[in-house]
T-cell receptor
Framework: EPEVTQTPSHQVTQMGQEVILRCVPI?????FYWYRQILGQKVEFLVS????????KSEIFDDQFSVERPDGSNFTLKIRSTKLEDSAMYFC???????????FGQGTRLTVV | QKEVEQDPGPLSVPEGAIVSLNCTYS??????FMWYRQYSRKGPELLMY????GNKEDGRFTAQVDKSSKYISLFIRDSQPSDSATYLC??????????FGTGTRLTVIP
């Protein structure tokens, strides 16, 4: 069964460092998303991406964040200068249309120390 | 006012019980409704997807949507210990991002 895969599963980084979280969406999907979940809190939308550009972003997705689809399969989230409050689970998701169900990856746990 | 309200629980039931999980919402623009299951420190796993008022059944799971009351439910029949997880409702106002509830933690006791 096709699935969204994310790497790494766990990333520990020092405050101020750059991190790149990687995702391989389901192959025939066209819409890609990043969500995050701070421990004990709800899943929150960060950004959606379609046709090689951001289609929507939340207030959380500030200038420290960027997304890229560097090739035909990968979708990345970069955090330029990590802060302690960036510690969370980051989930990538994809869907074949904008108004259909999104399938989530297993997440990357980011710990900023 | 929160967009999506969900009782966080925790909810404990004996094996075989019928479980009822609920969410309310305030935004009448929401058109698509989903239920996800999330095991500890894992990604949300899609269980049910609906876009109209009424019931949708899939095995032991039934999703119910009442748009007039802005209320959705997930029923689990013959609950099993493997159903123990956090259940997230999520909603979408058309072609936009998902809005999640806080999740309800369910434990099914053997």
């Amino acid at each position: 069964e096709p699935e969204v895969t994310q790497t790494p599963s766990h990333q520990v980084t020092q405050m101020g460092q750059e991190v790149i979280l990687r995702c391989v969406p389901i192959s025939n999907h066209l819409y890609f998303y990043w969500y995050r979940q701070i421990l004990g809190q709800k899943v929150e939308f960060l950004v959606s991406f379609y046709n090689n550009e951001i289609s929507e972003k939340s207030e959380i997705f500030d200038d420290q964040f960027s997304v890229e689809r560097p090739d035909g399969s990968n979708f990345t989230l970069k955090i330029r200068s990590t802060k302690l409050e960036d510690s969370a689970m980051y989930f990538c998701a994809s869907s074949d249309r904008a108004d259909t169900e999104a399938f989530f990856g297993q997440g990357t746990r980011l710990t900023v120390v | 006012q929160k967009e999506v309200e969900q009782d966080p629980g925790p909810l404990s039931v004996p094996e075989g019980a019928i479980v009822s999980l609920n969410c309310t919402y305030s935004n009448s623009a929401f058109q698509y409704f989903m239920w996800y299951r999330q095991y500890s420190r894992k990604g949300p796993e899609l269980l049910m997807y609906t876009y109209s008022s009424g019931n949708k059944e899939d095995g032991r799971f039934t999703a119910q949507v009442d748009k007039s009351s802005k209320y959705i439910s997930l029923f689990i029949r013959d609950s099993q210990p493997s159903d123990s997880a956090t259940y997230l409702c999520a909603m979408q106002p058309g072609a936009n991002n998902l809005f999640f509830g806080t999740g309800t933690r369910l434990t099914v006791i053997p």
